[in-house]
């Protein structure tokens, strides 16, 4: 399901497969890197996932989100 943008929200999705290459290439993501997107969506966390294998990639869209990552990071 593809969600519409709302202006008056100021939301913009990232849809383009091409671009989100660019951005995993620029970042150019390592095995022990940390990854997090905040925002809704996880198709960039996803792509990386997909790329590094052992990349730590968390997607921030929640209040419990966030709670996860800290719980995450107290380990």
Request: proline share 4%.
């Amino acid at each position: 399901m593809r969600h519409q943008p709302r202006k008056r929200f100021g939301q913009n999705f990232l849809v383009d497969h091409q671009i989100i290459n660019q951005i995993i290439s620029t970042i150019s993501p390592k095995n022990d890197d940390c990854i997090i997107e905040i925002g809704p969506g996880k198709v960039l966390t996803g792509m990386v996932k997909r790329t590094i294998k052992n990349a730590n990639c968390f997607s921030i869209n929640s209040i419990a989100d966030i709670k996860n990552l800290k719980d995450e990071f107290k380990k």
